[in-house]
């Protein structure tokens, strides 16, 4: 698996485990050291890729019909 699909299948458990709850502090802390290391072995293109995807996730507003707690 190279660095940048590291990086995003990472993001990705972290969205995940914040969203649901399902992860503790030391949990999240250590997916957090897993995506530096993918970031600091990612190229400049590969990190402004990540950069993108991360402000478009970012912008997808929550349905009103999902009660977000």
Same mark, same amino acid.
């Given at each position: 698996?190279? *660095?940048?699909? %590291?990086?995003?299948?990472?993001?990705?458990?972290?969205? %995940?485990? %914040?969203?649901?709850?399902?992860a503790?502090?030391t949990?999240?802390?250590?997916?957090?050291?897993?995506?530096? +290391? +993918?970031w600091? +072995?990612?190229?400049?293109?590969?990190?402004?890729?990540? /950069? +993108?995807?991360?402000?478009?996730?970012? %912008?997808?507003?929550? *349905? /009103? /019909?999902?009660?977000?707690?």
């Amino acid at each position: 698996m190279s *660095p940048d699909q %590291r990086y995003a299948l990472l993001q990705t458990l972290l969205l %995940r485990s %914040r969203a649901l709850g399902t992860a503790n502090e030391t949990q999240l802390d250590a997916l957090l050291d897993e995506m530096d +290391a +993918a970031w600091d +072995a990612m190229s400049v293109a590969q990190r402004q890729a990540a /950069d +993108a995807r991360a402000a478009a996730l970012a %912008r997808i507003p929550a *349905p /009103d /019909d999902v009660p977000l707690t």
